[in-house]
């Protein structure tokens, strides 16, 4: 019985650790690059792949974006 008791005790703290493992982690955001690639970041920052993820306005299509050409 006390083997058993063991097991079991060895089987539940291994799925917590395991658990615990698997837990994403926060994400730290792009600014977090900049304390040491500031040289990068601002490279990246300023160009379309950092502007990508930002809403969508009229201005912004304006500013940066050209119109699509039909093709015939």
């Given at each position: 019985?006390?083997?058993?008791?063991?097991?079991?005790?060895?089987?539940?703290?291994?799925?917590?650790?395991?658990?615990?493992?698997?837990q994403?982690?926060?994400?730290?955001?792009?600014?977090?690059?900049?304390?040491?690639?500031?040289?990068?970041?601002?490279?990246?920052?300023?160009?379309?792949?950092?502007?990508?993820?930002?809403?969508?306005?009229?201005?912004?299509?304006?500013?940066?974006?050209?119109?699509?050409?039909?093709?015939?």
């Amino acid at each position: 019985m006390r083997s058993l008791s063991i097991i079991l005790l060895c089987i539940a703290f291994a799925g917590h650790a395991i658990g615990a493992e698997n837990q994403p982690t926060a994400y730290a955001g792009s600014v977090s690059c900049r304390e040491c690639h500031e040289r990068f970041y601002q490279l990246w920052s300023t160009s379309m792949h950092g502007l990508a993820m930002q809403p969508y306005s009229a201005a912004f299509a304006k500013e940066k974006l050209t119109p699509q050409q039909k093709i015939s």
